[in-house]
């Protein structure tokens, strides 16, 4: 086996390393084991992304005790959806939705729909993408006391609101 | 257009390919692990004449189980879409480009395939089939959660987006190691060729998203660009690394590879991806300087795998059998 480091030289020391939890093992010759750098971390190389994601994800956190009831529609039971990680069908979401939401924040980056939506969902569904992106405007607003624009922008979101109702 | 892999841009770059996968279902039928036979023929009718005239779908009833192995093979067709036992369809464009699985884990499964860095292509393909479907069928969805999936590690955009890469310095130098924990914790993952839990073949690796829900389609496909593109950067790197300071050496193996393809009588599955992985680093480097086979290399490693080579052989072959015809079809592939 070669060294990873400088793929010249027989590689003879053979190290392990804990990096994120994970084990991984490393090659090298005694010239290069004798370097203190560890050869080109993937780590370090892209922390410099970190921002462009927002941060590195939170850890699986412990799941809720399962709950013995079943979907009304389907008669899946979450039991059943537990163990398999699968729904029955899409009433499955509303029935399990208390216990699903924290797995779903925790899986996922977000509990939250960001991306395209079907046309004949339309109309609420970029309503309600207007109203949070006008509460966001708003608390804005509010922080740098532009009073009469955050009452402007309270006044839409009423409105809108309104109509989603 | 062309078949996908018969574009010569599958061999030119690190990045062999490009594929968006897109999971949908019906409102008004139950899912994969509820759904009843009677439920899945409809299902299937449903979906074939929304897609219409555009598609042809494909009879896997037809079909034994070598070509079968050979569509798992081409990517058209998932493990999980050939082990389930109910009712399903498969439409395929013939550039294999885009392909609708009916009735796979989710009631409809749009995947399209780009050669190279086609990733906005693939997406934007993926994108019509899907509105070419929602104007007759009305998905299940919710606002919060998006699409709804059969397993909710697919919910909100039901988007997996992925490159096929070709990372041998990457894999030779150790790297490859670091690369996974890093990789995910931005939400992706890195794994063999033929997806979760397979050997990497010929040093070909398939990054893609994992997380789907509460980021947008154009943020999912951006921020996977953006990790791809730093692990191409690094392989690029690697390499004029080693062509600098180890060149003869490597040399020395892409002429030693294309002397085994061109003369051995027998070989094994990994040995020839291997040997496939070196040559095309070769003509990657400019520096095996004999001439290119008459497929793309990519054809050809998808070529040599069990299915496809028995397909090709028309009969089933053993093991011993295989390694032969491997080797004679490849000495056929790179005569002049
Ligand atoms: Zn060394
Ligand atoms: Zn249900």
Partial sequence: ?165 | MKVWYTDEIVDATPVISSRVRLARNIKKYPFLVVISPEQSKLLVEEVETALGSHFTPISLAGKNDIEKRGMLERHIVSPEFLKINKPKGLMLQSDERICVMVNEEDHIRIQTISPGDGIDTAWDTANKVDDLLEESIQYAFDKDYGYLTSCPTNAGTGLRASFMVHLPMTERTGNIRGLLPAVSKFGMTLRGIYGEGTEPLGHIYQVSNQVTLGKSEEDIVNGLKTITSQIIDNENKLREKAMSSIRLEMEDQFFRAYGTLTHARKLSGKEAMELLSAVRLGYLTQTLNVPKPGKTLYEIMMSIQPGSLQSAAGRELDENERDVFRASYLRGMFKK
């Fill in chain 1, 1 to 165: 086996m070669l060294c990873e480091k400088c793929m010249k030289r027989q590689a003879v020391v053979h190290m392990q390393q804990i990096i994120n939890g994970q084990v991984t093992e490393m090659h090298l010759c005694t010239e290069c084991a004798s370097q203190s750098d560890s050869p080109l971390s993937f780590e370090q190389f892209l922390q410099g992304l970190l921002d462009v994601f927002g941060g590195v994800p939170e850890n699986l956190s412990s799941q809720k005790p399962a709950a013995k009831f079943r979907c009304p529609v389907c008669g899946l039971s979450y039991e059943n959806f537990k163990r398999t990680g699968r729904v029955g069908c899409a009433e499955c979401y509303q029935t399990f939705r208390r216990e699903m939401d924290p797995i779903l924040k925790n899986i996922q980056g977000g509990n939250r729909h960001e991306g395209k939506f079907p046309h004949k969902a339309g109309n609420g569904m970029l309503s309600r993408r207007k109203i949070d992106k006008l509460k966001l405007e708003l608390s804005k607003a509010v922080e740098e006391e532009e009073y009469e624009n955050a009452a402007r922008l309270r006044d839409q979101i009423r409105e809108l609101e309104a109509n989603l109702s």
